[in-house]
């Protein structure tokens, strides 16, 4: 079974504090995404990797930046948390393409910036 | 620009009943098409996908979905409903990059 692993489940931040959130795949996963979800508004896709160092912007990456060191591991950065950035953040790994399989997801951070 | 439209926000059914979830994409190529759960305060969980072959595809907890070419639909369907079904459901595209498209979600409540 794929495990795709985030480092907390809730987290209260203030605003203007550096926010690292991690994420954990054990399937030798060549992709890894970072998404926030909001009401009404569905998965929005922050940034992907598809390989170590590697990575690509996606729909929303402002305010965003992230890390891949090592294949199993990417991070998400929020470089100076503001309230809008409050929100449910999910973690997916999958393999180089969607011919491939589907995306498998960590359990969620719902981040609360105050 | 690959999209996904799921146009039902919230839906109610009775328990027993029967359900359809309506999801259309916009994709160029040959789409590979997924159906997500995710249940409160949980990650997604795939209940089903299309690659290639057969247009009806099952998948897990009696869910089965229709790949329509000509309607450029992939709906979610189940004869009947369990109270345990409560949830929003996600209907994503996935290209023949890395990348996927994920709708907007439909909330599904369940009543006894």
């Known amino acids: 079974d794929v495990k795709v692993t985030q480092s907390s489940r809730y987290l209260v931040k203030r605003t203007g504090e550096k926010v690292f959130l991690e994420c954990v795949q054990d399937?030798?996963?060549?992709?890894m995404f970072w998404y926030r979800q909001d009401p009404g508004l569905g998965l929005r896709l922050i940034y992907f990797?598809?390989?170590?160092?590697?990575?690509e912007k996606g729909d929303i990456p402002e305010g965003y930046s992230v890390s891949r060191e090592k294949k199993e591991r990417f991070s998400l950065i929020l470089e100076s948390a503001s309230t809008n950035q409050t929100s449910m953040y999910l973690c997916a790994s999958s393999l180089t393409s969607a011919a491939l399989g589907e995306q498998f997801f960590g359990p969620g951070t719902r981040l609360t910036v105050l | 620009a690959q999209s996904v439209t799921q146009p039902d926000i919230h839906i109610t059914v009775s328990e027993g009943a029967s359900l359809e979830l309506r999801c259309n994409y916009s994709y160029g190529a040959t789409p590979y098409l997924f159906w997500y759960v995710q249940s409160p305060g949980q990650g997604l969980q795939l209940l089903l996908k299309y690659f290639s072959g057969d247009t009806l595809v099952q998948g897990i907890k009696g869910f089965e979905a229709e790949f329509k070419r000509s309607q450029s639909s992939f709906n979610l369907r189940k004869p009947s409903v369990h109270w345990s079904d409560a949830a929003e459901y996600f209907c994503a595209v996935g290209d023949n990059f890395n990348k996927f498209y994920f709708g907007s979600g439909t909330k599904l409540n369940v009543k006894p």
């Open positions: 990797s598809y390989d170590v160092k590697m990575k």
């Open positions: 399937m030798d996963h060549e992709n």
